[in-house]
């Protein structure tokens, strides 16, 4: 069932799904754009206990591909992939949590009620580990086939990446340690079964075998990268 399920895809198919992946992991500024409002959307979201937004930030977060292109990194062992990866999550992570904390101290009365978040009702246990693993299982899967790409805004709502971010930045307005704690354990705990996940899945399916091409991929959006940085100048 395994090889059936990820070792039927071309060549061609998997050149493809590099390329696509490292452009949407891309450390680009409609990346980080999206990021941003992404975190907007979740901190008010969570000030105002409201799913209906909570569900639109997730949808608009892109930090999933980063950590999926950060498996593949692994699984090929490049350097420069990873590293890439782990700047674009590190930058990520400190511009949600900027735009949290201002949102947070502007609305300081809201941001008391940060406990009463449903996300912290009944304290971290194994099941978020469980999920988040699933939930990178299901995400690596529907990037590499490609007619499964319409499942991954509903990945995207089930690992809530964006969410514990900016509970961490509301939290860390209000200096409240034991929600800075859990929201900063739940974000790990998302990352780390997601990472665990697409480390199987691009194993399994023998991207390792394609190491030339991500990194030509790599190459040529650091090109792109690097001369939208000189226009913008």
């Known amino acids: 069932m395994l090889k059936t399920i990820f070792n039927n895809i071309t060549s061609n198919d998997k050149n493809q799904i ?103 009702d009944k304290g971290i246990s194994t099941g978020y580990f469980i999920v988040a693993i699933i939930s990178g299982l299901a995400g690596a899967l529907a990037t590499i086939k490609p007619n499964m790409n319409e499942a991954m805004p509903g990945i995207a709502i089930s690992v809530a990446i964006v969410l514990p971010i900016s509970a961490f930045g509301i939290a860390l307005s209000i200096l409240d340690p034991a929600i800075i704690q859990q929201s900063f354990d739940i974000f790990v705990i998302n990352v780390v079964g997601i990472l665990i996940a697409s480390i199987f899945v691009f194993t399994v399916s023998k991207f390792y075998v394609h190491r030339k091409k991500v990194k030509r991929a790599v190459k040529k959006d650091e090109k792109i990268v690097a001369q939208e940085a000189i226009d913008a100048e």
Not at 70 to 85: A, E, P, Q, T
Request: aromatic content about 10%; charged content about 15%; glycine content about 6%.
């Open 18 to 120: 590099i390329n696509d992946l490292i452009e949407n992991s891309s450390p680009r500024r409609e990346f980080f754009f999206m990021t941003g409002l992404s975190a907007l959307m979740a901190t008010f979201g969570i000030l105002l206990n409201n799913t209906p937004i909570l569900i639109g930030a997730m949808l608009v977060a892109p930090l999933l591909y980063s950590i999926l292109s950060l498996g593949l990194g692994v699984v090929i062992l490049d350097k420069k992939l990873i590293f890439r990866s782990l700047v674009t999550i590190s930058k990520s992570f400190a511009l949600c949590i900027a735009l949290s904390v201002g949102v947070g101290l502007i609305f300081k009365e809201k941001a008391q009620n940060i406990s009463n978040f449903f996300l912290f």
